[in-house]
């Protein structure tokens, strides 16, 4: 499992296999959000997107949305469909 440090918070790849790449926010030991992305070929498809309520407002859903942007980046997708 991959980590990584973004503002005081941690990114995990929860897993990649064939088509999906999952990664999870957490601060500590708390899940504060997650995000799926699918892959086919050259496309992504972001397939769910979640941020837990008390934590919403904070910019969590925007970090997750860059993070699945720089995966597809990293991976060469041409397009992710939201």
């Known amino acids: ?33 997650y995000a799926i992305l699918r892959v086919l070929g050259v496309e992504g498809e972001l397939e769910s997107i979640a941020v837990k309520k008390r934590h919403q407002g904070k910019g969590f859903g925007k970090q997750l949305l860059r993070e699945i942007l720089s995966i597809g980046d990293r991976e060469a997708i041409q397009k992710i469909f939201f």
Do not use: N
């Open 1 to 33: 499992m991959a980590v990584w440090p973004i503002l005081g918070k941690t990114f995990s790849v929860l897993w990649r296999e064939k088509y999906d790449r999952a990664i999870v926010l957490m601060e500590e030991e708390e899940i504060l959000g």
